[in-house]
């Protein structure tokens, strides 16, 4: 068990509260919360799966601003944030490489808000977007990888 806690901490958390539901179902008398102390272990793999998403949504939302926005100000910032996030997404695969499964949705569930965010913000500068943001996708690839958009 301790190799797949250092191999892949949401599959071992999932593992972990399993066995201790079941270990409750069994009947062992033991003074322990069981499914409190499930519970608890789930979030370990919880907290990993919204930091993956939130880093997501930084990403998305900051590739936006750069293909929608007018301004040439701020993509330094912007670009900037994209590559700490795209960081920060790496070392939570690492740690758990079972998350990269959940990519795809998450990207898919993350940009119409990304979408509202930066459409509010260009909104809130009286600039009018360069792009239609309800037509923008992004792959994995992109999200995941070193692409920049273009700017004309």
Excluded: C, F
């Excluded at 994995?140 to 273009?150: F, N």
């Amino acid at each position: 068990m301790g190799s797949m806690y250092d191999q892949d901490l949401v599959l071992w958390s999932e593992e972990q509260a399993r066995a201790l539901r079941a270990a409750a179902n069994a009947g062992w008398n033991a003074p322990i919360d069981w499914e409190h102390v499930a519970e608890e272990i789930e979030s370990l793999g919880k907290s990993d799966r919204r930091a993956l998403a939130s880093r997501i949504a930084i990403v998305i939302e900051h590739l936006l601003k750069l293909e929608a926005s007018p301004s040439r100000m701020p993509t330094r910032g912007w670009k900037d944030s994209v590559l700490r996030a795209r960081r920060d997404i790496e070392r939570l695969l690492a740690d758990s490489p079972s998350l990269r499964r959940e990519i795809a949705g998450t990207i898919v569930e993350e940009l119409p808000h990304a979408s509202v965010v930066v459409r509010t913000g260009l909104k809130d500068y009286d600039e009018q977007p360069l792009i239609d943001l309800d037509q923008v996708t992004y792959t994995e690839d992109q999200v995941l990888g070193d692409w920049m958009p273009e700017r004309a």
